[in-house]
């Protein structure tokens, strides 16, 4: 507790997460400074994204913000996220002998305080404060100013930044700000680095396996490989450091890759002599003149010979040189370092143009990328691809989708960091609990060798469910459907014995090509569908672009593109994409009638209505051009809020309904499916989402048309539960998760599950239930489910 005279010293009591808004300071100066504060913030803010690596960020911190505050001390003390401690990581005024060594306990110091209470502390002298602790190694003893902020990410305290004066003197509320200010930025960063490898092991033993980073479960699964990085055509920052397979043609590739370049700038100036104003053609002069300067040329190739590829190479050349002028205080050659990376982008484009040699994947192959594309996947030989981990997203990306159609084990949502040297390393994907560990410790791998021995032992336990029928132990029926999208798909399919394919995620096909497939292509993929499964049904989606799932070759920019054209609001618009798709399907459909077709997002009844239409005409087309195309089933997604409390309208319309739990959560608790900051609060077990569903289920049962989950909720063991105790009649998922689900089902009578539900209803929360969940599964003998 602060005594009270010490309480009112805190200058301000700012909660966590308090970022102050910059614009909301801008006036605000220093007493005895020119320079605004806001351009000391920029300034400091830039240096630290320009920082090769987070010891880089911690210098340029407490040597910028010394002098901005003109403070006797600035320190940055960081936590260990293995032992809890907070660590002294950087300091200018205090010994540096004392960086690493210098460790507290949460609570123990006025340092370990404000981590506790995630507030600032601004004291006149810090030495007659209760919580003072006295470290000889810093000479800690002839400061007494003390101002302390908290580094505060996502409620989980980082560490503390810290300012000091010999003098006393209590610190202005614009110099808090300041602090506050540049504490929040930086904690930010702090959580974007791999902590677990930047801070020096303690007394207290190694600091923990290597690398652990937490995300968010994708799909469920234990992998062990190799990292494989893609690299994007057409950024330089994300290109990936990699060994070249020969040196001597690196070089000489880049130095074409040079001579192009000037070439085409060259070209380019003369073919708009006299549209070019003088400064737009002293850019161009400029940038021939860069490239004709020795050094970032010798600089790439002294890197290409120290063994990376040219792109990796020019990669760092050209964030040094940027670097330089990010640096500079005068504005005109700050704006030159764009001018650089614009050089980099164009060569590295003439370099990727010219790689020919076919990319080589390890048998083990775990794609790491912000968001790892369709296109992507697709690339690597069949057999190979072990795991998937985004940076980005979320369990209902697609990417994640994607993965668990495959059966292959995903981790998204890792968060922005630095993953550019990690090319080749091994890693462990645990995609249960949403982690990856980066060069892992024998311990671990050892450890997860033995998760992965049982993953396979529970898959063989659960193949002998594979003939049986999914009937619960009071004999009600229940349908199992298929989640698919890629042709590869079927062959997974083609091991299980389902009742239907659910959900075809038409967009897929759209989303490996490089434009839009025309009706012919589109009728021989889902011909191939509709063949692999006949006579079962086979529920085809129409195209669901926009939102999470976009086109290359056909952007849409909106401000708010969940809340914007998307699902069927595009295709109705764009009748030249929707007919041929309907027509496709309605041609592969000839002779085997087993194909339904539904539509996605459909939030008003003009919508589905339309879209009858478009079915109705597509056929009557097709008809009159003589092919005989059976009436296919129509049904409507339930995916929107507002379908939710129109499903007796709807049902006029259609013949069946699919719940889409993914979205319909996102709508329902307003919560991006794919943004990491909000990602714990998206839960289809949150009980107003359960609360939800039932009310479809019961509306559609009323009304006499069956109703099928087939977002990812159907495949969760736990949910399972609830969704039998709703009278739900088909589950529909992803091919790994048939046999558990079909596990589940066969383990609960429907009467059991009903009282499950009842009490999950009337829980307060997602965690409560989901506990509740985890203890019945456990009760009916599925424990290893939970464990999985
Ligand atoms: C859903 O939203 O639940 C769904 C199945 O569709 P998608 O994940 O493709 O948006
Ligand atoms: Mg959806």
Known sequence: MLGARRRACCAHRFRALAFINIAGIRMITFADRSQPMLAKLQEIVQRVNAAANLHEALEIVVHRVRAAMDTDVCSVYVRDPTTSQYVLMATEGLSPSSV??????????????????????????????????????TGEQRFSGFLAVPLVHFRQSMGVLVVQQITQRVFANDEVAFLVTIGAQLAATLSYAALGSAIPPGEHGPSGPIGLIQGLPGAPGVTIGNIVLPSPLADLDAVADRAPDD???????????????????????????GRLTDETRAIFDAYVLILGQDDLVDEVVARIRGGNWAPGALREAIAEHAKVFDQAEDAYLRARAEDIRAIGRRILFRLLSDVTVERQYPSDAVLLGDEVSLARVADVPHGKLRGIVCLRGSVVSHTAVLARGLGIPAVMGLGPRDVRSLDGHPIIVD???????????????????????????????????????????????????????????????????????????????????ETFPMEEEQYEIYRKVLQAFAPKPVTMRTLDIGGDKPLSYFPITEENPFLGWRGIRLTLDRPDIFLPQLRAMLRANVGLNNLRIMFPMIGQIDEIKAARQAVDRACRELGEEGYECPAPSIGAMVEVPSALHSIPALSRYVDFFSIGTNDLTQYLLAVDRNN??????????????IRALNGVIRDARRCGKPASVCGEMAADPGSAILLLGMGLGTFSMSASAVLRIKWVIRSFSSQRAKRVLYRAMRMECAETVRTMLDEELCRAGLGELVLA
């Open 100 to 137: 690493g060594k210098i460790r507290m306990a949460a609570g123990e110091g006025i340092v370990g305080l404000v981590a506790t209470r995630q507030e600032p502390v601004n004291l006149a002298n810090a030495a007659e404060h209760p919580s003072f602790r006295y470290f000889p190694e």
């Open 247 to 273: 040196i001597v043609e690196e070089e000489a590739g880049f130095r074409r890759a040079v001579r192009e370049t000037q070439q085409e700038l060259r070209a380019s100036a003369d073919r708009m002599e």
């Open 431 to 513: 995609g249960y609990r949403g982690r990856v560990f980066i060069d892992p410790l024998p311990a671990v791998v050892e450890e997860y060798r033995r998760l992965v021995q049982h993953e396979g032992q529970l898959s063989a336990k659960l193949a002998v469910l594979r003939d049986l029928e999914a009937t619960t132990t009071d004999h009600v029926q229940i349908g199992l459907g298929l989640n698919v999208g890629l042709l590869t798909d079927l062959d997974v399919a083609a091991n299980l014995d389902v009742d239907e394919v659910g959900l075809y995620r038409s967009e897929f096909p759209f989303m490996t090509r």
């Open 676 to 689: 990491p900051n909000v990602a714990r609060l998206y839960n289809h077990l949150d009980p107003a989402v």
